[in-house]
């Protein structure tokens, strides 16, 4: 099968016409962000790709679960991104001050159904 | 002209007024029910419209909406709308607009805030809160109705996905009026549409109102912008509403017009069908009250055939009858011969009556005394004998019976034969025996004759009557009608008023004529007469006002007036010393009078000496024996009787001879001129011999000169009155003539000094 990939998001923009799985292609992104790739062909295909240049950085598991390590005590920012949040950007900032024990910070937020609309509505 | 008092006209008002009322009950009915009926149909036609066009307007927003959504995907607008780059942002919009063929679009972001738009400006503002909710939620909403700068606007919204969700497409397409009208035409009735904000607190009751004329339907459609919700009114004219049954309203009020003049003319139809023959009967019962013969001729075969007829059959009954009663009132009940009325009216109509015609009352001579000895039948049947033989003399005349005894016949003579010459004739004719079941029996008549053509009050039959009474007053057979005696019997009446004060205020006198001793030629007494010297009238006489008196009954005061004075005068002659009988005349209406005789009794008691009353034997024959009773009260209580007036009547010898009398006077038919008839001689002598056979001594009066004063003597009459003895005179006067015949030596030459008194 084959898809057409792209993206209109603001930190990349790119446009690979039909390729298959046996054709990688290669895109650069030059600047962090957000970038939400679709499929022209396949409505329903969605992927989001959070580039950032952030010294600590990693994705929760299916509970929403991350355990981040080796963070220096100090003043910091968590930001906190999924595309359902029902938050500006889709993210929640926390400034956080980090002491030499190892807390477990909380972030709660609503969170968007998430059901799409069916092309053929 | 209409008569409201007539039946055609009430039953035909009552009839119209009762179909239009039923009528207008009806139309009032169908109306309601019509119109009632039609806001029903309407109202439903009106729902039913109104869910048509919500139907169309969702229809339309969906498809825009769906339309709107694919091409929305479209990679190009996408890529365009993403660019950044406004003029190609505004192209693809542009491109998009016309593809959808809307007024306006525009591209707002998650928030509602507008990046671009192109064509008709949209409500963005008023969106911008739902958008933006929507972008959180990614929920769809509905496309919908909103009202934007006054103009309804069919809008609504879909989402941009690259991939995810940037922003949000919005279209909008004015919904012009020539888009209602065209909507409008949809429906099967031309309604008004007009889109409109729902009022604040609006309930949508789902139905259809009623206001000023109009119907109402309020129904609310899909709005875009939930915080501000659409309506959709439909309004339809009620006029319009009902015009196709206008029509059916009038049709029936024309129906209703049309049959209530039918109803009023077929009932004015029926009703003069029963009201001619009642104003028939009317007729006809005026005709018979005018006594005439009706004959209504009613062929309805109902109940006013049968009052017709009874009708008929009542107007001859009546007719039948009538004609009997005028039969019998025109007939005399005993004799059954035209009576006075059928006379009179045969009189007035008998167009040949003339100068020369006279009206003839024939009256039968002692009738009464016919009838008592022969009965009413017989003295009936005598009537009709008579009749028939005076219809027959009198020829073309009428006839008929007038009153109990009087015929009446109209009379004609014949020409060159004077008045006196025909009824003689007639007389003669009648003056004969007639024959009564068989036995001959003679009549006599007497006859008033009165002449039609002279001018009078008094109607000609009547005079006739009175002519008749006037002869046998008079003593003749014939009389003709004298208006001056019959004027002076009406001066009769006054007469008796001036009697009654005569009385009263003493214009009555009594004077004494001496009755003599024709033997010694000496007075032996007097008789008092009574005088009447009135005033006004002078000297009015017995014969007038005695006979009056006995009618009217002042006969009892005069005699006792006449009575009294007699009584005191014989006490003043004896006191001047004449002792003379007192004759009195006792009128034969008082001798059955009881309580009068006492009275005269009594008087009789006070007497000084003989006292005499004079009585006509004819009062003695009506009732003898309680007459003759009378008479011998009288003789017993000392009183003599002397019979008057012997000879003027009927005189009766059996009657005579039973009265218990002790004098009798002859009357002076008899002596007047008994000195020149040798027949009046006779009949004096022969009553002179009757009286003094029966014990009486005779009187006769009227002695008129010497010679019957001597003829009477030499017949053996004891006692003479008259002018030549003595007239009556007062009580002052006789004293100075009995003086007088003492002072000449009371000689048996009594006529000298009598004749110088007298």
């Known amino acids: 099968m084959l898809h057409h990939v792209f993206s209109f998001s603001k930190t990349k923009r790119f446009n690979l016409t039909l390729f298959g799985r046996d054709e990688p292609q290669s895109v650069t992104f030059e600047n962090t962000g957000i970038v939400t790739v679709g499929c022209n062909i396949h409505d329903g295909m969605i992927a989001h790709i959070f580039i950032s240049d952030a010294p600590f950085a990693g994705q929760t598991n299916e509970d929403g679960m991350i355990e981040i390590t080796g963070i220096p005590a100090g003043d910091g920012q968590l930001v906190v991104w999924h595309p359902l949040m029902r938050q500006r950007d889709n993210r929640v900032l926390q400034e956080i001050v980090l002491t030499d024990s190892s807390p477990e910070i909380l972030i709660t937020s609503k969170f968007r159904s998430g059901i799409r609309r069916s092309s053929n509505y | ?758």
């Open chain 2, 1 to 758: 002209m209409l008569q409201l008092n007539r039946i055609s006209t009430k039953l035909g008002a009552i009839y119209a007024s009762l179909f239009a009322a039923m009528m207008l009950v009806i139309a009032l009915v169908t109306y309601a029910t019509v119109t009632d009926r039609a806001r029903i149909i309407v109202s439903d036609q009106v729902v039913a419209s109104s869910q048509v066009f919500t139907h169309l307007f969702v229809e339309r927003g969906a498809d825009l909406q769906k339309d709107t959504d694919l091409q929305v995907r479209d990679y190009g607008f996408r890529s365009a709308v993403t660019s950044e780059n406004q003029p190609t942002v505004l192209s693809a919009l542009e491109t998009l607009r016309q593809r959808l063929a809307v007024d306006g679009l525009a591209l707002v972001d998650n928030d509602g805030a507008e990046l671009a738009a192109v064509g008709a400006e949209l409500p963005l503002t008023s969106l911008s809160a739902q958008v933006s909710e929507n972008a959180y939620d990614e929920i769809d909403h509905a496309p919908g109705v909103v009202i934007y700068d006054e103009q309804a606007v069919l809008s609504g919204y879909v989402g941009v996905f690259a991939p995810n969700l940037i922003g949000f497409v919005v279209f909008g397409d004015v919904i012009s009026d020539s888009d209602i009208a065209e909507i409008a035409e949809l429906s099967s009735i031309p309604l008004e549409v007009a889109i409109l904000p729902k009022r604040d607190g609006e309930q949508m009751t789902g139905e259809v109102q009623t206001l000023g004329g109009r119907l109402h339907f309020r129904h609310e459609i899909p709005a875009l912008v939930d915080e501000q919700p659409i309506v959709l009114e439909l309004t339809y004219p009620l006029s319009v509403a009902f015009a196709p049954f206008r029509a059916l309203l009038i049709t029936l009020i024309l129906v209703a017009l049309a049959g209530a003049f039918i109803i009023s003319a077929a009932s004015c139809f029926v009703a003069r069908r029963v009201a001619r023959p009642i104003s028939h009967l009317a007729e006809a019962a005026d005709l018979v009250r005018g006594g005439k013969e009706a004959s209504v001729s009613v062929n309805t075969g109902d109940e006013l055939q049968d009052l017709a007829t009874a009708c008929n059959h009542m107007s001859s009954e009546i007719q039948a009858r009538e004609g009997e009663l005028k039969l019998r009132a025109r007939r005399d009940p005993e004799t059954g011969l035209p009576n006075r009325r059928a006379f009179e009216e045969a009189l007035m109509d008998d167009a040949e009556m003339s100068s020369y015609t006279v009206v003839l009352a024939i009256g039968i001579d002692r009738f009464s005394e016919i009838r008592s000895a022969l009965g009413f039948e017989a003295s009936a049947a005598l009537l009709n004998e008579v009749f028939e033989s005076l219809e027959a003399h009198t020829g073309t005349g009428f006839t008929g019976i007038v009153s109990g005894d009087v015929l009446a016949a109209s009379f004609k003579c014949k020409p060159g034969s004077t008045i006196e010459d025909c009824t003689l004739d007639l007389r003669n004719q009648l003056n004969t025996a007639f024959r009564v079941q068989g036995n001959p029996i003679d009549v006599t008549i007497s006859m008033g004759i009165a002449r039609l053509a002279t001018e009078h009050d008094t109607p000609v039959l009547k005079r006739a009557m009175i002519a008749l009474d006037q002869a046998r007053a008079s003593g003749i057979w014939r009389a003709e009608y004298d208006q001056n005696r019959y004027l002076q019997t009406s001066a009769n009446l006054s007469l008796m008023g001036h009697l009654v004060s005569a009385l009263e205020k003493r214009h009555l006198s009594v004077e004494y004529q001496p009755k003599y001793d024709l033997r010694t030629g000496s007075p032996i007494g007097v008789e008092a007469l009574v005088r009447w010297n009135d005033p006004d009238r002078g000297r009015v006489f017995p014969d007038q006002f005695i006979p009056l008196a006995e009618e009217t009954g002042h006969i009892e005061s005069l005699t006792e007036y006449v009575l009294v004075e007699s009584l005191k005068a014989q006490r003043a002659l004896q006191e001047a010393g004449f002792d003379l009988k007192m004759s009195v005349n006792f009128s034969g209406r008082l001798v059955g009078n009881l309580k009068f005789a006492q009275t005269a009794m009594q008087h009789a008691e006070s007497a000084v000496g003989a006292l005499c009353f004079e009585i006509t034997e004819t009062a003695v024959m009506t009732n003898p024996d309680q007459g003759i009773a009378a008479l011998q009260d009288f003789v017993d209580a000392g009183i003599e009787i002397s019979i008057d007036d012997y000879g003027s009547g009927l005189s009766s010898l059996a009657y005579l001879k039973r009265l218990p009398a002790q004098e009798l006077k002859i009357d002076k038919e008899f002596i007047l001129e008994i000195d020149r008839s040798k027949r009046d001689a006779m009949l004096a002598r022969s009553t002179i011999n009757l009286a003094h056979s029966l014990g009486m001594k005779v009187t006769a009066e009227g002695i008129e000169n010497e010679t019957a004063v001597a003829l009477l003597a030499s017949m053996g009459c004891d006692i003479g009155q008259g002018y030549h003895l003595g007239r009556p005179m007062p009580l002052e006067r006789l004293m100075q003539f009995l003086t007088a015949i003492i002072d000449s030596g009371n000689s048996g030459d009594n006529d000298i000094g009598l004749s110088d008194v007298g």
